[in-house]
């Protein structure tokens, strides 16, 4: 394969992921939209941050609305407030948090009645028995087993006893229930009801990492053909940009393995099973392109003080195609069912450490840098051909 020839498979896998993430998510014009129409508009027409929004905006309202008529006209509930209430934050970002934080709302509230009930019969001035539930409420909502519903035991208990109904035992139960009900119809209606899943964020972030280490690599096959040493603070800023693409795709990874836990429709398309396995892949890649970027600044000739220096021109000029071949062979990686020709870099490779072992005339020095770079591009070929 030719240098144009890879040149031409890098930008064809990027020409894929573009289209693939114009499909996805809308025009350029589309995405900078930022009236309210135009939202909307978004929302309608592709799948994406903007319809999940909406989705689960919709299913809050129908949640709470469900709540408040069935604790109102079924159950003849006196003030049912904590129905809809409860049942608006469990709808979740995901069904697996909603799941979880339907045992930890329910078992928060009824601690906080538990101790509102106590307080109640134990303390007679309200004032003081408001102080004392707020203050253990709110110790005992730390604990970990609650998360982020520990809140929930000091508030409850503040409004029980704040409304005189901590003596009452039937309206204890009440609270109780109704906490109950809507937190169950808030599970219900994320479980049953679209569950959301965020696939397209596997999408967007595969693309962009490899996007992001392919122009890396790109610029260190630049560096090192040249050997300009001022442009080292440009693939610097480079790597910047790239460690924070690598920590975007963790996240997206994390928050996409969660949402297809427990959900109906993890088996779709959309929930982003297939990009998985190829961001997986570009993550990996990072420790061995830090590698590299820390081999070229240890042999740029803005360091003199060292026995490693950059290897002679026709050896630089190998390791640069190298270089440049596998920003190729990232970008394809991208792109599902994409074949990734490795062949050229296998020989480039070959070739750079054969002259590691017989060039003498190189000297040490030399020798030295072109063995110090080999080894992270090495390195980056395994992650590859291992994917």
Same mark, same amino acid.
């Given at each position: ?97 909603? %799941?979880?934080?339907? +045992?930890? #709302? ?6 906080? /009645? *538990?101790? &509102?009930?106590? !307080?109640?019969? $134990? ?108 442009? %080292?603070?440009?693939? +610097?800023? #480079? ?6 693409? /690598? *920590?975007? &795709?963790?996240? !997206?990874?994390? $928050? ?123 390195? *980056? ?7």
């Amino acid at each position: 394969m030719t240098d144009r020839d890879g040149r031409s498979v890098r930008l064809k896998a990027g020409d894929e992921v573009r289209r693939g993430l114009a499909a996805a998510f809308g025009t350029d014009a589309e995405r900078h939209d930022r009236t309210p129409v135009g939202w909307f508009a978004r929302a309608l027409r592709v799948p994406g941050r903007e319809r999940r929004i909406l989705v689960q905006t919709a299913k809050a309202t129908l949640a709470a609305t469900a709540a408040w008529l069935l604790a109102t006209l079924v159950l003849k509930l006196p003030q049912p407030f904590l129905a809809p209430y409860a049942a608006i934050f469990l709808v979740e970002a995901t069904v697996y948090r909603s %799941l979880r934080g339907w +045992l930890q #709302q329910v078992g928060s509230v009824a601690t906080g /009645v *538990l101790l &509102a009930a106590v !307080a109640g019969q $134990l303390i007679p001035v309200q004032a003081v028995a408001l102080a004392v539930v707020v203050f253990v409420g709110l110790l005992a909502g730390n604990w970990r087993r609650f998360g982020d519903s520990g809140v929930w035991v000091g508030v409850t208990g503040m409004l029980l006893i704040s409304y005189g109904t901590a003596r009452d035992p039937a309206l204890l139960g009440d609270r109780l229930l109704e906490t109950a009900l809507g937190a169950a119809i808030g599970v219900a209606v994320n479980t049953l009801i679209f569950p959301p899943l965020y696939g397209e964020r596997l999408v967007t972030a595969t693309g962009r990492l490899a996007t992001a280490l392919a122009g890396l690599l790109e610029s260190l096959s630049d560096l090192v053909r040249h050997d300009e040493p001022g442009d %080292l603070d440009e693939v +610097l800023a #480079q790597a910047q940009d790239a460690r924070s693409q /690598v *920590l975007a &795709a963790e996240e !997206a990874v994390g $928050l996409t393995r969660e949402g297809r836990k427990l959900n109906l429709r993890r088996g779709r398309p959309t929930a982003g099973a297939d990009h998985e396995r190829p961001l997986r892949t570009l993550s990996e890649l990072w420790p061995a392109v830090s590698q590299l970027i820390a081999a070229v600044r240890t042999t740029t000739r803005a360091h003199d003080r060292h026995p490693f220096e950059y290897p002679w021109a026709d050896a630089r000029d190998s390791l640069a195609d190298l270089v440049h071949h596998l920003a190729g062979a990232v970008q394809a990686v991208a792109v599902v069912g994409e074949p990734v020709d490795l062949e050229e870099c296998r020989a480039l490779l070959r070739k750079l450490e054969d002259r590691l072992v017989t060039a003498d005339e190189d000297g040490v020095p030399a020798r030295l840098g072109l063995g110090t770079m080999i080894l992270p591009a090495r390195l *980056l070929l395994e992650k590859l051909e291992n994917r």
